[in-house]
């Protein structure tokens, strides 16, 4: 989607100009910007949210993903933790990986026992 052509490009917008493009009443918007970490428009100097095109682009996905694809804001948000970190799978300290192999092939050998 994305800023639409029925307003004039520009670099900013505000509250109300995107509740419009995007359909969505602006207390909806500002909910989000309290859930969502990764949806922080900036702030002018009269202290008024703005927001750039990203920021749009931003909350017609998050509109997309929970209205139309049925996620939670409790799931998007995992959702969004783990698309913005790929790849960064939690490191485990090799010592406690040892020692849970060494626990789990102990509890193998309780239960080989068991069943033979």
Known sequence: MGVGSK???KAFYKIGEVADLTNL???VLRFWESEFI???PKKSQGKHRVYSKADIDTVFEIKRMLYDEGYTIAGLKRYWYRKKRPGKAVQVPKDR???AKAELQG???ILDRETT
Do not use: G, N, T
Request: glycine content about 0%; aromatic content about 14%; overall charge neutral.
């Open 25 to 27: 009443p602006a207390y």
């Open 107 to 109: 509890i193998l050998k």
């Open 7 to 9: 307003h004039e490009e």
């Open 97 to 99: 990986v040892e020692k």
């Open 38 to 40: 990764f949806l922080k």
